[in-house]
Structure formats: C-alpha cells, structure tokens
C-alpha cells in the first residue's frame, strides 16, 4: 500500500500558483518524499525530491513540513501543459520498490 | 544524452501467449526497474534489475520475468498471458551511486490481451 494520501483532483487557473498537499505521517527517517507526474498516456516524469528541507527546481518547489508528516508541491505558474496526475510518494534512496498511489488529478484551466 | 526507450509501442496478443517487451536504459543508468499500469491506477511495481540480477520484486506471479544485458538494457517476459494483464507497461531507468535516485520513465509499451 502507498504510503501517501493525495486529494483525488484539483482545479487551478492558468497562470495562477498550484498547490498539491501529500499526507506521508508514516515517513520514515531515511525516506525521501518524490514527486513525479503522469500526462496523459505518457510515462512519469520526475519533478522533484526532498528529505527535509525545501527544495526548488526549475519545475517546482518543494515544502516539507518539519514533522515530515506533510508536504506541498508547488507550481508557481501553471499552464495548460501542467494538466496531469501528481504522484507523491515516500522511498528510501536507493531502495528498489516504488510504490505509487492513486495521485491527485491536476486541472489547470484557461 | 539519450533518454529511456521502449518497444513495441502497442501490442496485441491472445490469452495463453507469450510476450517480450523491452527497454533501453538512459545513458549512464545502470538499474531498469518495471512497471504495470492498469488504466485509471497508478504504476504497480514489478521488479528491478541492477548488474544483471533481480535486485527486488513486487507481488507479481513468477510467469513475469525479466533480463537485464550487459548495456542495461532489460526485456520483460510474460507467459501464459491473461486478460488482466492488458496494461500499460513502464521501463524506468536510474543511477544506484550518489545521493539522487530518481527514476526516468519510457513512453510505455500498451498490450492488449484478448
């Protein structure tokens, strides 16, 4: 079983900031939390990663909260393109099982 | 750099065949993990191959097995084909030194099994 809970879909306006909460209370002190997304009969595409501090990337930045119980993904100024399926998830590195969940549906509408 | 490829793009077998699907790993990755992906669900793990050996396995029947060649590029077999087994599947390739670990997808292979 995922070790993460998403919201099933969101809606954000083009142009406007998205934010996609991850639940990940069961993280364990060597886990990683990843985020990859999915657009529509495509392969995954990593996005970004983080142990506990946040990170940006020129994709998107990453807010874990200090308990490591939450996080947020963020996309500063979504577009059309950024319509997809985000999947969190909580991997040790180098571990060798990736476990998805059902994602968070993201709709960024015009 | 030469990112992760798969064949073939789609596929059509009958239940009881069998199929060999297969993955060229990004340039400079040496572990190809493989993936199931239902439509409407999140990829499913299968196994993961490093240095030629299965390095870890999902809850998949052993009638799905794999290789990996020397290049790291990997074949995913499946015998004795089942309805339920028409799926997407994904070949992810990644690094096993250094901090980072993430994976790079393919484009998937679809097969129909009918």
């Known amino acids: 079983d995922a070790k993460t809970t998403q919201p099933t879909s969101m809606d954000c306006a083009e142009g406007r900031a998205a934010n996609l909460p991850c639940n990940h209370s069961?993280?364990?002190?060597?886990?990683?939390v990843y985020w990859y997304r999915q657009i529509h009969s495509q392969g995954p595409q990593y996005i970004i990663h983080?142990?506990?501090n946040n990170e940006t990337n020129e994709m998107a930045s990453l807010i874990i909260t200090e308990d490591r119980k939450s996080s947020t993904l963020i996309l500063p100024h979504a577009t059309l393109r950024d319509t997809a399926v985000y999947y969190c998830?909580?991997?040790?590195?180098?571990?060798?099982?990736?476990?998805f969940g059902a994602g968070t549906r993201l709709f960024v509408k015009a | 750099e030469t990112g992760v490829t798969q064949s073939p793009t789609h596929l059509i077998k009958t239940r009881g065949q069998q199929v060999t699907l297969r993955c060229s790993s990004q340039?400079?990755?040496?572990?190809v993990s493989w993936y199931q992906q239902a439509l409407g669900q999140g990829p499913q793990f299968i196994f993961q191959?490093?240095?030629?050996?299965?390095?870890g396995r999902g809850n998949f029947p052993p009638r799905f097995s794999g290789l990996q060649f020397p290049n790291y590029s990997s074949e995913l077999n499946v015998n004795a084909l089942e309805l339920d087994d028409s799926a997407l599947y994904l070949c992810?390739?990644?690094?096993?030194?250094?901090?980072?670990?993430?994976?790079?997808f393919g484009p998937g292979t679809r097969l129909t099994v009918t």
């Open positions: 069961t993280i364990s002190g060597n886990e990683y």
């Open positions: 340039s400079g990755h040496n572990t």
């Open positions: 191959y490093y240095r030629e050996e299965e390095n």
């Open positions: 998830i909580a991997k040790e590195v180098g571990g060798f099982k990736t476990i």
């Open positions: 983080g142990l506990k």
């Open positions: 992810a390739s990644s690094r096993t030194s250094g901090r980072d670990y993430e994976q790079y």
